[in-house]
DNA sequence: CATGAATGAGGTTTCATTCAT
DNA sequence: TATGAATGAAACCTCATTCAT
């Protein structure tokens, strides 16, 4: 890394830098977003210069989110745009694809219910509608290589992918307990403890789309 | 309400009357928990009374959450306890009480997100059991009531439960914006902004339960 | 103990009940002079009613410290005013009385430490005063009983009892831990955590008499 | 004083400038510690920047106390260690050092009292060892020199120079009334307010040391 | 571009004391 | 006399952000 990022490749690297250092120490407490100051040392860099990439501290971490809903996204629009293979339909594809992504990605929907709460509720307007909109926009996409590949009317494969994913991060966010709590003794006892995330997820979503596909209108 | 809360009817009155100040506050700004002083301040209090009645802030807040969570499953439980009538199947009539409930209790969904983030984050640990076994509790009760009403095998009862409610959360943590971002010109060209969470979650649950209960296992 | 103390001796057994329970709780930190609340909670009373016989939380302390004061001085001048003994002068017996006396208050020398901050910098005026003069008097006569007995000139004896307290005064905030360090694993490589106090409070006390009757003037 | 302390030698003037504010405002009430906010305000700067320099409040403290406890034991090494002159012993010139510099660090011994009250029992543990330890070494370190001076066996020297401060700390404690009472018309009758510290410590320590030397073992 | 010192609002909690009951 | 609910002034510390260097 050099030392100062004139050249704008330098620059986006050092970007990346930060998010990678914001997400590492996310990881470590995923029900608060880490400090600017610790991001900072993290990434090796003063406090001041976080704020020559970001404008806020909720930036950082909306930027972390739309990367991974590209990410996601994409995987989704690749279950359905693939080229059929007849053992496998779509659907099942799609489930698969979907919760390996999430099992592979353990912080996105603890990013993803944060954000709910600390970061669309502190980012600048401008910074959140673009934010929104790149979101919308990739949903909308996503949707309708949906409708392609199951021949569905028009905007119902948005729907199908809003109600999936309303599962998983509703799912998730009943599940999950704070990493402090894992050791206390109390948690063996606690009944939702045991019910495997991965297992859950692909089970209601199973039902759900088999739901949402034969229901009469 | 009286000056000093001797009786234990008082006492209660004025522990509910901290409580109501508390709720009144969030729904003014639904991502940031109010501050204590604030809800003192609202319900005519000392800061220190307060403490009095909550050890601690966040204890405030479960307090609500349990009290929204004892009437939602209640609810629920009513759905599909009541002897039947023949018009309504039991399954239709608890989706339109949930949905009626969530719609008349707007900020349930919005406090148990935030709960999810601020409230569990910082509650003792302790508290946090104790406000975590009174949920799972009242919830398997309730699951053990839809598995009677539908002659389901013990505990699926409790899944459809948990993944209906997934499914609401999930839904309105895409769906819902921010107050103050509503008057915002873009907000009119959000495409999601247009979509009523009533209706989709009622749709959405319409779609999961009768996929739940035909999917050939 | 009595409910409802109307009685002159119901009401000094309740005083004397609420000087226990400070001292008691005293004990256990002796950094910190206990709550009000705990106090009364350990005295099982009401807050409120340790003001009825107390105007300040700092009133009970200099109580307690009087008495305790009394008490010593009144062994000091045991020390000196008992006949004569030919196999033991009046001074080693004073230094080991004193020596025991402290050793069997623990709490006296951590009492007078944290009054000297805490309780006299809190006391209403007059009862400054009042603390004050009643130790000054009672030094005053133990002081002219070490005259009497020793054949000293007026007012050297009050010197000498003063700076023997001094010393130990001294010595103890020189020697004493807080407990909650005592378990540290630094502890034991503190030098001065090793010193008895007792044997040094004795040797010193020795070196300083025989300095002041031996000095030439 | 500049603005951004950068500099190393800036830092350390800003640091200084710090605990001289939190001196001052002890020496306007030598019983409370001053709060952080108004030691900020003094210092001219926000309380936040004090916390730049320091990690606690009592840590301010701590640092004025070994500061002072460094220049008072290099005085004494410093009587002890230089070369002989006939006409003055080392002990009355330590004496006679020791009593000038109480006088002259009027605060010193309040700073001291006050420190074992309410600087040790909230100082951070590891912070109390450093503090601790620095003390102790300093000590040794003296002792030794008196040691050499005035060829005692090893260890003498400590003890003398413990039982001499002891002398000191107590003497102030007994002697000392908070300053709102000196004005007060009951402060003249007052026996103990007539005793002029200098003169009592000078006195107490000519006679101790003559003891402690002279006694035979 | 990079730094990191400075800012200061903001939030939680404690507790001596008062006073209606 | 006894109670204990109510008070509200402190006090400490954090941290996002700014800006002089």
Redesign the pocket.
């Known amino acids: 890394m050099?030392?100062?990022?004139?050249a704008k490749e330098?620059?986006e690297a050092?970007r990346d830098n930060i998010l990678g250092a914001a997400l590492c120490l996310f990881l470590q407490d995923t029900r608060h977003?880490?400090?600017?100051?610790s991001i900072a040392a993290k990434a090796?860099?003063?406090?001041?210069?976080?704020?020559?990439?970001f404008?806020?501290?909720?930036q950082i971490f909306a930027a972390l989110l739309s990367r991974e809903w590209d990410a996601l996204l994409m995987e989704v629009e690749a279950s359905f745009a693939e080229p059929f293979e007849h053992k496998a339909s779509p659907i099942a594809r799609f489930i698969d694809r979907f919760a390996k992504f999430l099992d592979s990605h353990p912080y996105f929907l603890r990013f993803d219910s944060i954000g709910y709460v600390q970061v669309e509720a502190?980012l600048p307007t401008d910074e959140f509608w673009r934010f929104k909109e790149a979101f919308a926009s990739a949903l909308d996409q996503a949707g309708r290589t949906v409708d392609t590949s199951l021949a569905l009317s028009s905007g119902t494969g948005r729907h199908l992918l809003i109600r999936s994913y309303a599962l998983a991060r509703g799912l998730w966010q009943t599940l999950d307990l704070p990493e402090r709590l894992r050791n206390d003794t109390r948690f063996a006892n606690y009944p939702l403890a045991n019910i495997d995330f991965d297992a859950e997820l692909r089970s209601a979503l199973q039902e759900y789309w088999h739901g949402a596909l034969t229901l009469p209108v």
């Open positions: 050099v030392r100062y990022a004139h330098d620059k050092r977003l880490p400090a600017v100051a090796g860099l003063a406090k001041g210069t976080v704020y020559l990439y404008d806020t501290k909720e502190n």
